[in-house]
């Protein structure tokens, strides 16, 4: 499985960026897709998740209210809109998957697909 990421860039705090993420290859062992974001000196920290089969979604504490996860199966992608962007949010974003459907979504040592990474950069 190959993940593609894109739609990072520079935005000024206050404003929104999209980011998007296809998945391609073995996609049907696929159950969870989501992102994650690392800063420099930083551990890999969840951001949001979608679980396929069961629908569900999951946020960090830190995104929710400003960021939403959502998907489109018949392309296998999974988008984040983030919005209301601060200082803090700036990081490099990495779309994530994995073929275990249940358990701990929060951890990335449980995911076994990796995009390669979208800088996203809020200026003040």
């Known amino acids: 499985v190959l993940l593609q990421a894109y739609g990072g860039g520079l935005v000024q705090a206050g404003g929104s960026l999209r980011l998007s993420c296809t998945a391609s290859?073995?996609?049907?062992?696929?159950?969870?897709m989501g992102w994650f974001r690392q800063s420099p000196g930083k551990e890999r920290e969840f951001v949001a998740v979608?679980?396929?089969?069961?629908?569900?979604?999951y946020y960090a504490d830190s995104v929710k209210g400003r960021f939403t996860i959502s998907r489109d199966s018949s392309v296998k992608s999974v988008y984040l809109q983030m919005n209301s962007l601060g200082p803090e949010d700036t990081a490099v974003y990495f779309c994530?998957?994995?073929?275990?459907?249940?358990?701990?979504?929060?951890?990335?040592?449980?995911?076994?697909?990796w995009g390669q990474g979208t800088q996203v950069t809020v200026s003040s």
């Open positions: 979608d679980s396929w089969n069961g629908g569900n979604t």
């Open positions: 290859g073995r996609t049907i062992t696929i159950s969870v």
């Open positions: 994530a998957a994995r073929r275990l459907s249940t358990g701990n979504y929060y951890s990335h040592f449980t995911y076994d697909y």
